[in-house]
């Protein structure tokens, strides 16, 4: 099991940019895919980027790609969500999570953060 803890959320006017955190606990967050997927209000949750185990994979949702980036850390059990050029239609509550396959169903992730809140504004 690992429990999930997101951070770096918050208010940033179009164009800037933000850098989210996600603090995995435990010993084998290595052994799992990362996934980032938001949700705005109103709206289904939906896939932002995902990484492979070792880095070598990664996956974006087309509505990101080229503006964020994934990383990870594996020594410090941490996940990055870089977001550039950001745009109020990127207004959403920002989750990581845990699974197994590299994919952008929601479905296939076992375990998630509470979420940090990511503000646009125009």
């Known amino acids: 099991q690992v429990q999930l803890e997101e951070s770096g959320g918050g208010l940033v006017q179009a164009g800037g940019s933000l850098r989210l955190s996600c603090a995995a606990s435990?010993?084998?967050?290595?052994?799992?895919?990362m996934g980032w997927f938001r949700q705005a209000p109103g709206k289904e949750r939906e896939f932002v980027a995902s990484?492979?185990?070792?880095?070598?994979?990664?996956r974006y949702a087309n509505s990101v790609t080229g503006r964020f980036t994934i990383s990870r850390d594996n020594a410090k059990n941490t996940v990055y969500l870089q977001m550039n050029s950001l745009k109020p239609e990127d207004t959403a509550t920002y989750y990581c999570?845990?699974?197994?396959?590299?994919?952008?169903?929601?479905?296939?992730?076992?375990?998630w953060g509470q979420g940090t809140q990511v503000t646009v504004s125009s």
């Open positions: 435990g010993r084998t967050f290595n052994s799992y895919v």
């Open positions: 999570a845990a699974g197994w396959s590299i994919t952008d169903s929601k479905n296939s992730y076992r375990y």
């Open positions: 990484i492979s185990r070792n880095s070598g994979s990664t």
